[in-house]
């Protein structure tokens, strides 16, 4: 879940009334947000840093109060200060859901934005709108550039699907065009910098920015780089990695140009859109935005933003008897409205209301009408919704119970084999100790360290693992159960400790060609080798066998019916060492 | 034995032994045995024994050697001859060398020689006063307070605590000790003795040798007890002994969108070997990435192009979840062809997430999920549901928060009251699963799943205290906290 910080005061000031943490923390739980953290910027700074208490004085009263607001990965619309005040005084009834709307501006004077055929090769999507007479403040412009930094992060994942370029669109001359480029031909000043690069010499410049460096993946293999220009060639912004300095905004800027170069056009137009309704609030004509005309090389064209509304029509009957409350048309369109969703409802017939949704272009999140009813419940209060027994609970009898734990242990399939299940209780009466362990591992722990051949075909291996200890996924019990003795060398001996789990194998036969297996191992570690402790516990047909975990001469098979379903022995001295257990015991396996 | 008939002997006929050392001096036993004896009598109120310590001058190391060999002053004093004079160099050669150090300033400083390259006597005759004083304390006279500053200043004597004990009849006294028997045995039968045998007590404050038994893992012995309140509640087990899932199966079939997060290699554990499943049912990913694409079903969907290969990347399963959509697929078939059967299922079972590992984390934890696939489900069914299993769990206050998960909705957190830390915490996750992850699946558009999730640790850690949970799961378990943890009494009120 995305973690938004916004200045307490101006929260409030925004929300037009003070609230005590308590009272605050208790609207964003109906809300279905959560202040996640009460900090300060020094605290930040000092958790960064590593930084002592006393390094910063603690007591700086003046110092603001930042609320870490945590919100739904889905709401776009919350990812700034401004998203979340709204939605909240809508939300308390302080407040109409706004009304986005075009500047009525005839096609021919829009500004427009060519795209060239090249840049399907690399990123094929822009989408653009201008912000006229928009006012500043400082914590306005940070929140703008803040916005920015949350959709990178989230929706745009990492600036791979969607990347947001904002302009002063008064040092720029339309009409733009987009197009891909061979880096040595782009020339421009980034942003920050003084000189100018070569776009090739770009990117080997920003391999040592800690910020930028892990964005130039994304085109640093591709022929062409994807470049934005105006009438004059000035370049706007080498996309998804940094803006040009000629265009860059400022605390003056009056008139603001964004454009969003993506490779998913649904994901581009809910980032315009996010960032145009929610700073058209700043702008002199309060909730209007500026189209521009998007025009491909193949003659089509599009007006963006898309600031329509969505419809969709919900049955009453869906909302009430999927929340399970009866509620009047009337209220449920109240309620809706609490949400930012605009709701009429039209009367069908004598029993049938449909409920007809309106959805603003800040909810892109809602998708079907489950997520309408979801709002209602949400406004509805979860925790006024009375709870009901499911239909088809009955309580169970204890001896019924019983009899279905013993059929599903007859079964076989389903937790423990029945004889599995007597071997646990053997092994409990013996005293031994179960023990939990990782199921994931080294390629050494399942192979190399037990003295066997790595054959390449019975290891689950994983692609990305983080370290060594996530490797693989174990092939037997073995490797833990050695872990835990390497780990407990002070304990008294013996040590007896069993495991039941499940170890997986590959497997051309399944689905995905690997199943799981339920083993159990015992392991024994005293003095003497025990042997014969591990033996009186196999009551079963044993024949000699050799593998190179054990020692030889001193292991066996042990058959069942024929099969050869599990092996015993004293556990190779090398392999003890090899697990970090050097002190002159024997294990039995 | 001989000590103590000496004690208590001597007490039939003393008020007092003023000072066990004395004592045992008077009647030539060895100290330290006398303080033994005194010990167990005074356990068994024989006598009572009060301690007794002094604090007496003894000679050092060094002390010791001058008492016996003369001070170095005068070892060097006698070297040198009556007559005339003797080099330095030769002069060394005569005295062990610490004598001869100490020796040429003591000496100098008495005045007794001329110190130079050659050392001659300045007074023909001396006493060695220093002797003579290490002697006298030896014998355990006192000394005047000058002399016993000297000495010590140049660490020849040393103070030494001596204790011992003064000792006076006890409640219990006897002249003679009585033997009691620990145990009663087959000669104490055989021979008759058992009518004369006093028994030493019990101690009752005493903690007993621990009983030899089996131990089960805290971990399993919480989850077997939230299984039978599944089973009490009427759920099925679901088998989930498959950790290797396709992405199909553990995201695409939930609409899980595959640009989520969730779905990137810094969340999930996507595999090597077996890298991708060869084997998926046609008909239904078609649905799947319909409804991914374009919707359906009433919904807009989210408007990708979605990729065949991504559904096909085989990883560990991030939740049990992944087997419910399997389940629920098999139902809905079953469905298809015979007749709706309503369905409660639970799992309680492994999963795996490419996590940093701290005191909180690990790679891979056990998942407990409840689900109810039914005609007729509300929010109200989940919400009794949830109070109904809670409340077994020794959770009664709970309440709901709004949340978002890709494939339920409405989703609802579900945190409850702790008592002991006097505050709301989350105890876990619930929902109803979305009309496009049922639909394409087959179900009918009345029928409704409502599930839930939390994770066994978490509880478990609550429960037994337990602030790491690398101490509870894992290889670096201590051994003795499995054994020590004691049993598990959820849901048993």
Known sequence: MPTVSVGRDRLFSALGKSYSQEEFEDLCFKFGIELDDVTTEKAIIRKERHLDEEDGGVGDDDEEIIYKIEVPANRYDLLCLEGIAQALRVFNEEQQTPTYTLAGIPKDSMLKMHVKPQTSSIRPFVVCAVLRDITFDEASYNSFIDLQDKLHQNICRRRTLVAIGTHDLDTLQGPFTYEALSPKSINFVPLKQEKSFRADELMEFYKSDMKLKKFLHIIENSPVFPVIYDSKRTVLSLPPIINGAHSAITLKTKNVFIECTATDLTKANIVLNTVVTTFSAYCQRKFEVEPVEVIYSDGRSFIYPDLSVYNMEVPLSYITGTIGVSLEAEKVTSLLNRMQLRAEHSVLDDNNCNINVLIPPTRSDILHPCDVMEDVAIAYGYNGIPKRRLPSMKPLPLNQLEDLIREEVQKGDLSLSLSLFLYVLALLAFSYCEVLTWILCSNQENFALLNREDDQSSAVIIGNPRSSDFEAVRTSLMPGALKIIGHNKDHPKPIKIFEVGDVALLDESKDVGATNRRHLAALYCGTNSGFELIHSLMDRIMERSDAPEFLPGRQASIIYKGKHIGDFGIVHPQVLSNFGYTVTTNVSW | ?493
């Open chain 2, 1 to 493: 034995m001989m000590a103590e008939e000496a004690i208590l002997g001597y007490l039939e006929n003393h008020d007092e032994i003023s000072d066990s050392g004395q004592f045992a001096t008077d009647s030539g036993l060895d100290h330290n045995d006398v303080v033994n004896v005194i010990k167990s009598l005074h356990g068994f109120r024989y006598i009572d024994a009060q301690d007794i310590k002094k604090e007496t001058l003894v000679l050092t190391e060094e002390g010791k050697k001058y008492a016996e060999k003369g001070s170095p002053e005068v070892q060097l004093f006698l070297a040198v001859p009556q007559e005339g004079s003797i080099s330095k160099e030769e002069l060394q050669k005569l005295l062990d060398p610490a004598v001869y150090k100490i020796g040429c300033s003591q000496a100098a400083k008495n005045k007794w020689v001329q110190m130079g390259n050659q050392i001659s006597r300045k007074v023909q005759h001396v006493e060695d006063r220093v002797k003579d004083l290490l002697l006298q304390i030896q014998d355990g006279q006192e000394l005047g307070k000058d002399d016993n500053n000297s000495l010590k200043a140049r660490k020849l004597t040393a103070l030494q605590t001596w204790k011992g004990y003064s000792v006076k009849r006890g409640p219990e006294y006897a002249p003679r000790r009585r033997r009691t028997a620990t145990d009663l045995t087959r000669e104490h039968l055989q021979g008759g003795d058992w009518r004369n045998i006093e028994f030493k007590e019990y101690n009752f404050s005493a903690k007993g040798p621990p009983p030899e038994s089996g131990h089960l893992h805290p971990l399993n012995k919480v989850k077997e007890r939230i299984k039978n309140i599944f089973r009490l509640m009427n759920f099925e087990e679901m088998p989930t002994n498959r950790y290797v899932e396709s992405s199909f199966w553990n995201f695409d079939a939930l609409f899980q969108p595959q640009q989520h997060p969730a779905r990137d290699s810094h969340d999930t554990f996507f595999l090597k070997a077996p890298a991708t499943t060869k084997q998926l049912p046609e008909d239904y990913v078609e649905m799947v990435k319909r409804v991914h694409e374009s919707g359906g079903y009433g919904s807009r969907g989210y408007g990708y192009e979605w990729k065949r290969e991504e559904a096909n990347k085989n990883l560990l399963r991030t939740h049990t979840t992944a087997i419910s959509s399997r389940m629920l697929y098999a139902l809905a078939q079953h469905a298809k062809q015979q007749s709706f059967t309503p369905k409660k299922y639970f799992s309680i079972d492994r999963v795996f997430r490419n996590e940093a590992v701290d005191r909180t984390h690990l790679a891979e934890f056990h998942q407990i999920e409840g689900l109810v696939c039914d005609r007729g489900l509300t929010l109200g069914h989940l919400i009794g549901v949830l109070q109904d299993f809670f409340s077994r769990l020794g959770m009664d206050k709970l309440k709901f928060k709004p949340a978002y998960n890709p494939y339920t909705e409405p989703s609802m957190e579900i945190f409850s009251y702790h008592e002991g830390l006097k505050k709301w915490v989350e105890i876990g996750n619930s929902g109803m699963f979305r009309p496009e992850m049922l639909r394409p699946m087959g179900f009918s558009e009345d029928v409704n799943v409502i599930a839930w999730g939390l994770s066994l640790e978490r509880p478990t850690m609550i429960l037994y205290g337990i602030n790491n949970i690398r101490d509870l799961f894992g290889h670096k378990v201590d051994l003795g906290l499995i054994k020590k943890n004691p049993l598990c009494l959820i849901g048993i009120k």
